[in-house]
T-cell receptor, first 114, second 110 residues
Framework: AAGVIQSPRHLIKEKRETATLKCYPI?????VYWYQQGPGQDPQFLISFYEKMQSDKGSIPDRFSAQQFSDYHSELNMSSLELGDSALYFCASSLGGTGSYEQYFGPGTRLTVT | KQEVTQIPAALSVPEGENLVLNCSFT??????LQWFRQDPGKGLTSLLL?????REQTSGRLNASLDKSSGRSTLYIAASQPGDSATYLC?????????FGTGTSLTVIP
């Protein structure tokens, strides 16, 4: 069965640079969630989209922005990168705009900021 | 804000033992509860999903229970194997957000 696809899987950037992470949800899933997991920490919710509209916002820095496109894929744009942004970034998708549906997680993008 | 706590933070058991992982949450207005497994540096693998109307869910050697009113869930692993070594996370959706527990790091010793 098709799963959530994230690209790239690994990314190395320098401080103050910009990074773009991509997420392709499971076909027919209309909701995408982004999470950040720092070293030794549990995943923290960043932002979610339902039917191309932002549905909820968590602890996402102002330097980050995200959107969901007409084909339901989503991109997380991160600017003015800081060392503390080094983390594993997960995308999840579900069918339905609320949290009542099971979320399926992608393999994650490991971002390293040097 | 939903707070999710897992006890113990770490657990080491000999192979073949049965074990229980605990998850507690503060806001009982949940749709469901999911248990995940995460290997070091890897992604999240969904193990079990219990709907708020259910009390138990089973998959192979895994059994998860949910007591919504008391804000608790347990994950029971029968006949543990070295391959079960990983971090186990519970997570609850509240509103449109998904709150993760602090995780239990399990080591099964051959």
């Amino acid at each position: 069965a098709a799963g959530v696809i994230q690209s790239p899987r690994h990314l190395i950037k320098e401080k103050r640079e910009t990074a773009t992470l991509k997420c392709y949800p499971i076909p027919r899933h209309d909701t995408v969630y982004w999470y950040q997991q720092g070293p030794g920490q549990d995943p923290q919710f960043l932002i979610s989209f339902y039917e191309k509209m932002q549905s909820d916002k968590g602890s996402i820095p102002d330097r980050f922005s995200a959107q969901q496109f007409s084909d339901y894929h989503s991109e997380l744009n991160m600017s003015s990168l800081e060392l503390g942004d080094s983390a594993l970034y997960f995308c999840a998708s579900s069918l339905g705009g609320t949290g009542s549906y099971e979320q399926y997680f992608g393999p994650g993008t490991r971002l390293t900021v040097t | 804000k939903q707070e999710v706590t897992q006890i113990p933070a770490a657990l080491s058991v000999p192979e073949g033992e049965n074990l229980v992982l605990n998850c507690s949450f503060t806001d009982s207005a949940i749709y469901n509860l999911q248990w995940f497994r995460q290997d070091p540096g890897k992604g999240l693998t969904s193990l079990l999903l219990i709907q708020s109307s259910q009390r138990e869910q089973t998959s192979g050697r895994l059994n998860a229970s949910l007591d919504k009113s008391s804000g608790r869930s347990t994950l029971y692993i029968a006949a543990s194997q070295p391959g079960d070594s990983a971090t186990y996370l519970c997570a609850v959706p509240t509103g449109n957000q998904f709150y993760f527990g602090t995780g239990t790091s399990l080591t099964v010793i051959p």
